[in-house]
């Protein structure tokens, strides 16, 4: 069983709220990642951490933001909420001594009306 | 720029075959490929990781094979099952990005 948390789970909120979405793991890795996912299409890499205080950008533009202060807690921020960010959020970890491969949360699906 | 290319038409086979999906991909230099299991509305599940030395992996009715010159890994699911059912993902890391294909749906029909 993986030992990475995403909350909310789900999330109704209007237009033009400020959101945080909470990611954490206990699993001790450098890595830690956002994706973004609608329904039945393909993840895109929003951003990406291999370590505390580093952050970058990943393949697909994003409006919103990350920090990683802490080894485990890796939050994104979004300033100001858009019906276009409607989707599945992601977040995942890795790198574990001998360890590659990525482990998932459950996901925080958003929806912005 | 990277890409990772994935067979995007679905596949649908009999319960009993073996179901063989590809991934290609261009302007990485892969250490190593992974492939992941995801099932609708939950996150994805790593099942095999093969290295570049390596010319094949199995796990159970799981079957990898990496092939660093074509650069392309197939994936084989042997004796399928409906159980199987699901969208299927390679990945590559790099330069500390991990990224995925689009996925392949495989269907397997009782």
């Not at chain 1, 890795?29 to 973004?36: A, G, L, S, V």
């Not at chain 1, 990683?68 to 960010?85: D, M």
């Not at chain 2, 790593?46 to 290295?51: A, H, M, T, V």
Request: proline letters at 4%; aromatic letters at 10%.
């Amino acid at each position: 069983e993986a030992d990475i948390y995403q909350t909310p789970r789900y999330l109704v909120i209007g237009t033009g709220k400020k959101i945080t979405l909470e990611c954490s793991q206990t699993m001790g890795h450098d890595k830690m990642y956002w994706y973004q996912q609608d329904p039945g299409m393909e993840l895109h890499l929003i951003h990406y951490s291999y370590g505390v205080n580093s952050t970058e950008k990943g393949d697909l533009s994003s409006e919103s933001t990350v920090s990683r202060i802490r080894t485990e807690h890796f939050p994104l921020t979004l300033e100001s909420a858009r019906p276009s960010h409607t989707s599945q959020y992601l977040c995942a970890s890795s790198g574990g001594v001998g360890e590659t491969e990525a482990f998932f949360g459950q996901g925080t699906r958003l929806t912005v009306v | 720029s990277q890409k990772i290319e994935q067979n995007s038409e679905a596949l649908n086979i009999q319960e009993g075959k073996t179901a063989t999906l590809t991934c290609n991909y261009t302007n990485y230099s892969p250490a190593y490929l992974q492939w992941y299991r995801q099932d609708p509305g939950r996150g994805p599940v790593f099942l095999l990781l093969i290295r570049e030395n390596e010319k094949e992996k199995r796990k159970e009715r799981l079957k990898v094979t990496f092939d660093t010159t074509l650069k392309q890994s197939l994936f084989h699911i042997t004796a399928s099952q409906p159980a199987d059912s699901a969208t299927y993902l390679c990945a590559l890391e790099g330069d500390y990005k991990l990224s995925f294909g689009a996925g392949t749906t495989v269907t397997v029909r009782a």
